[in-house]
């Protein structure tokens, strides 16, 4: 198509990137004859000057939409044609000076269309949902320690260690042979705080703070090892 919209034409010599640029052989409409042209690509337009530097706006572009790319036959060239397919659609014959260049330009604007970019959206969608449905022993890093479950206790659970310190505190205050001779004689029992205190809290607590220390202990080390 000849250019005639203006934006068109500020966006092709604008700064924006360039997704690649050269010189082709253009087999023309009318005239069957190749002309050098410099062919500009950026994102799914293809634009082609006189040379390159020396116009202001392009001569025309190429939109890279329901096309194909397709090798074309040719002695003299290494050709290729960008084909629409439908009625009354023209096909660009392009030429290269040599097969690598055929190849660079044949893949650039295979990979220039909306749909392609739509088919590789999809497949980095795709890949992505893979590696978050992985197991997490994946994404651990290799040779990365792996610290180990982080386990509570309740100190209040040491019941041998509790009841042998308070049998002990018990007996030193006499309270156990009180309390049986209360027990066959029916009396009620009364204790003081300070008593019961004596008698359960402070072992309670004993085991509670060596139980802290110990956690906050591992804590630190836990900490370390994360740095």
Known sequence: MRINDKNLSAFAVSATPVDKEGYLFKKGEVNKN?????????????FYFEKKGSDKEPIGVVILEGCTIE???????????????????????????SQE??????????CAGYDYMKLMVAELQRQLADIEDAPSSLTQ????????????????NKIDSTNHQRSQSMRSTGRI????????????????????????????????????????????EHNLISF
């Open 101 to 110: 260049a055929m190849e660079q330009w044949m893949k650039a604007l295979a």
């Open 34 to 46: 190749f002309q050098k042209r410099y062919f500009l690509l950026k994102g799914n337009l293809l």
């Open 141 to 156: 890093a290799v040779g990365s320690p792996v610290p180990p479950p982080r386990q509570r206790h309740n100190p209040f």
């Open 177 to 220: 042979d009180e309390t049986q001779r209360n027990a066959e004689s029916g009396a009620k029992l009364t204790t003081t705080f300070w008593e019961l205190h004596n008698a359960y809290g402070r072992p309670i607590l004993t085991d509670y703070n060596a139980w802290k220390h110990v956690q906050r202990k591992r804590d630190q």
């Open 71 to 97: 090798l074309a036959e040719d002695d003299e060239l290494y050709c290729f044609k960008i084909v629409f397919h439908g009625t009354n659609n023209r096909s660009y014959v392009l030429g290269a000076d």
